[in-house]
């Protein structure tokens, strides 16, 4: 293992258990201070410590050295009980900022080097980092959506989301990325130099990891070989089949020219919507409902029902969907 790692452990370890102590030390002390100052001086009349808030106030005007001097002690026993509490205090709370610095710097050493766990909620966690992820991240990164990164690599240059470093084939890695509470997670295949088959083997048993940490979890994931699909449907919601797309696209220009521009620009823009279907409309066939939506200048393209996307149809059938996909005119 790289020893600059063992070494950001072994800190690590150490800044946590002497936090933990430097803490009850410092508290152990203002408590102590309090009740001996106040016990020793309260009988005294010219003390200035008849309350144990007068009390606590000397105590952290002199733990921290600031000494304002308008509480003033001036027992013998007060005094001497006052010069041990200015030694231990004062070092049980210099010890207890070194603590916290070593904290945060193990913080922002945590977040640079992926150790940290996601903190995130309802997020999208997009395991390896490649082309295809950049360009998801060029596209999402204006939505205002929280991303959580899983690579094995550290991310150069993508400061604006959290990056985990591990593997997306490990549970605790993929838990550390926030899993459990992620709204959706996509599945890049990591590396080019691999066999088709090797790759969509390794993503879809992410998928199957993934779907045991969070059932309800939306997963989207990359296939390269067509022939994995029906494997990786049992475990994946939307299949991308790599190349698939784009040749369909490449078909598509000879018959009808200029569609890929149109298509590209159709998915770049922010045309398209989604949106329940109104229980008021449930009455009305698929004619009627694409009627009505097209007098409130909606183009309805397709219709979803159980996860399910289905082109639109007009037809005198009853409507039987849960949300309609339109373009506003």
């Known amino acids: 293992m790289n020893p600059f790692f063992l070494f950001f452990r072994k800190f690590r370890k150490y800044s946590r258990n002497h ?13 102590y201070s309090v009740l001996s100052e106040f016990y020793i001086e309260n009988n005294i009349a010219s003390s200035g410590i008849h309350s144990l ?21 001036y027992g013998l026993a007060g005094r001497t009980n006052g010069m041990i509490i200015m030694v231990i205090g004062i070092g049980s709370l210099g010890y207890l900022m070194a603590g916290l610095t070593s904290m945060l710097i193990d913080i922002r050493l945590s977040s640079k080097l992926g150790e ?12 390896n980092y490649n082309e295809s992820t950049k360009k998801v991240l060029e596209r999402i990164k204006y939505d205002g959506i929280d991303i959580v990164i899983l690579n094995e690599n550290e991310i150069k240059g993508d400061n604006e989301y959290t990056f985990v470093k591990g593997s997306f084939l490990r549970e605790n890695d993929l838990i550390r990325a926030g899993i459990k509470k992620a709204s959706s997670v996509i599945i890049f295949s990591r590396a080019e130099d691999k066999d088709q088959m090797g790759m969509d ?27 994995s699909r029906e494997h990786a449907s049992s475990f994946m919601d939307d299949i991308i089949i790599k190349g698939d797309v784009s040749s369909m696209l490449i078909y598509s220009s000879i018959m009808i020219p200029g569609i890929p521009e149109f298509i590209n620009d159709l998915l770049t823009s922010d045309s398209i919507s989604e949106e329940n279907v109104d229980k008021g409309y449930m009455d009305r066939t698929y004619s009627e409902f694409i009627h009505i939506m097209e007098k409130e200048n ?32």
Not at 212 to 225: S, V
Request: aromatic share 8%.
């Open 53 to 73: 808030f007068t009390s606590l106030w000397w105590t952290m005007q002199t733990i921290t050295t600031v000494g304002y001097g308008d509480t003033p002690v």
């Open 298 to 329: 909606k183009i309805v393209l397709a219709f979803r029902k159980n996860d399910k996307i289905y082109l639109r149809k007009n037809s005198d059938e009853k409507l039987d969907v849960e949300s309609y996909i339109f373009i506003k005119n």
């Open 201 to 227: 083997a390794e993503n879809i048993l992410s998928a199957m990891i993934i779907r045991k940490l969070n059932p309800e979890i939306r997963i989207i994931g990359e296939i390269l070989n067509p022939d």
């Open 116 to 127: 940290r766990m996601a903190a995130e909620k309802k997020h999208i966690v997009l395991c």
């Open 19 to 31: 936090v933990m102590k430097a803490s009850l030390l410092t508290i152990s002390v203002i408590i």
